[in-house]
């Protein structure tokens, strides 16, 4: 295929699956949709490689990854980071829940084996897929080495839905006590007016809030996390990724960075495009013959391991004080982490809202627990995980 064919195949699919959403109103997520179209895709006349023919390659994919966590820093402030704590507990809470299962029922079943090789991606993201993949084909269990993929590939088809439907009644509950006076929305304190002679770094002049300077700003502040977070790896075990979301919350509550510098700069939409494509790219790895032959387990173990999340998830959300869609859907993004743990608020939100302010409303209320709860499973409980149950083989 040519660029510009590969791209437009790869666009294409996104904005059906954005219109089917916008349709049904997020009832049909489009994460969902262009999950299935390239899958339908790759068992017919796609190349395994169209989205990096499309562009999308390595280097651009990290720096859209970068950019992003480090946007999304500056839409929190220190306070609400702070107080996301029970985000990150009901979070673990939900991924002890998918252990609980998968290593019983899930092996009493299916074999101890294929418990051990599957929860680890079951709990987070590619790196976990990575690691159960490499030491089962090390110790000849080819087929299970593929099980390790094809869990972290699949278990969207099961999260994207799941996630979509308890954000919708968690939002529908936001929005109705909003609309009553119930719930009352006040705006962060960087949104607020006469704050900025508070920080530390004074702002810019309009007129010099251009592309090339928010830009600038973000890029110096992702490099520094990423600087720190390779640094401080062999010493925490963090992912730079979590550095960035924390330089982008401590870059713009000190007024270097501004609140959302990439919508300012007009570079969102196709750096979550990028990210997007990349993730669905994944999707070329799981083949007619792999599905079939895996099927059964595949299947089993996730279906075990969703349930023991959502049982011990709401059960701990209701004690925090969490509603227990809420506490399901923060610890469901360990099935599919960030950018779709973004794309499926923000369509929950935009299917709901009647105008902005009750969007961002929602916005306010739902995404800081999505994102702190997909950075706690996906970037660190999962990779501790998968170092852990490596060696029960």
């Not at 979550?272 to 089993?300: C, H, K, N, R, Y």
């Amino acid at each position: 295929m040519s660029l510009l064919m590969a791209f437009s195949i790869v666009l294409i699919i996104l904005a059906v699956g954005d219109i089917i959403s916008t349709k049904t109103k997020a009832f049909i997520p489009s994460v969902f949709v262009a999950a299935l179209l390239f899958l339908f895709g790759f068992w017919t006349f796609f190349p395994g490689d169209i989205v990096s023919q499309a562009g999308f390659q390595t280097p651009i994919v990290y720096l859209s990854m970068y950019l992003l966590i480090t946007h999304m820093g500056t839409l929190l402030s220190v306070k609400e980071l702070a107080a996301q704590w029970r985000s990150v507990a009901v979070a673990l809470i939900g991924i002890v829940g998918v252990m609980a299962l998968t290593m019983t029922l899930g092996a009493a079943v299916f074999g101890f084996d294929a418990a051990v090789i599957a929860t680890p991606p079951l709990t987070g993201g590619v790196v976990a897929a990575i690691i159960m993949n490499e030491a089962a084909a090390e110790l000849g269990l080819n087929q299970l080495a593929v099980l390790a993929i094809i869990t972290y590939v699949m278990q969207g088809f099961v999260g994207y839905p799941l996630t979509s439907l308890m954000l919708k009644k968690e939002g529908k509950r936001l929005i109705e006590g909003f609309r009553n006076g119930e719930i009352e929305y006040h705006e962060s304190d960087e949104e607020s007016a006469g704050t900025e002679s508070k920080k530390l770094v004074p702002d810019l002049p309009k007129e010099y809030k251009t592309t090339y300077v928010l830009l600038a700003k973000l890029g110096l502040t992702a490099w520094a996390a990423v600087a720190a977070g390779t640094f401080l790896e062999p010493y925490l075990g963090i992912s730079p990724f979590v550095y960035c979301l924390i330089f982008g919350v401590i870059a713009n509550a000190v007024g270097f960075v501004e609140k959302r510098p990439l919508n300012l700069s007009n570079s969102f939409g196709f750096l979550i495009t990028i990210l997007m494509a990349f993730i669905f790219a994944g999707l070329s790895d799981a083949t007619p013959e792999m599905l079939a032959e895996l099927a059964v387990p595949l299947a089993g173990i996730i279906f075990f391991g969703v349930s023991g999340m959502a049982v011990l998830s709401m059960l701990l959300g209701k004690f925090l004080g969490y509603t227990k869609e809420m506490s399901f859907a923060t610890a469901l993004t360990a099935l599919y982490g960030f950018p779709p743990n973004y794309i499926l608020t923000e369509e929950g939100a935009k299917a709901l809202a009647k105008n902005e302010e009750e969007k961002k409303f929602l916005m306010s209320e739902m995404l800081p627990k999505m994102l702190v709860g997909g950075f706690t499973t996906v970037t660190i409980a999962s990779v501790i995980i998968a170092g852990i149950f490596v060696n029960f083989l």
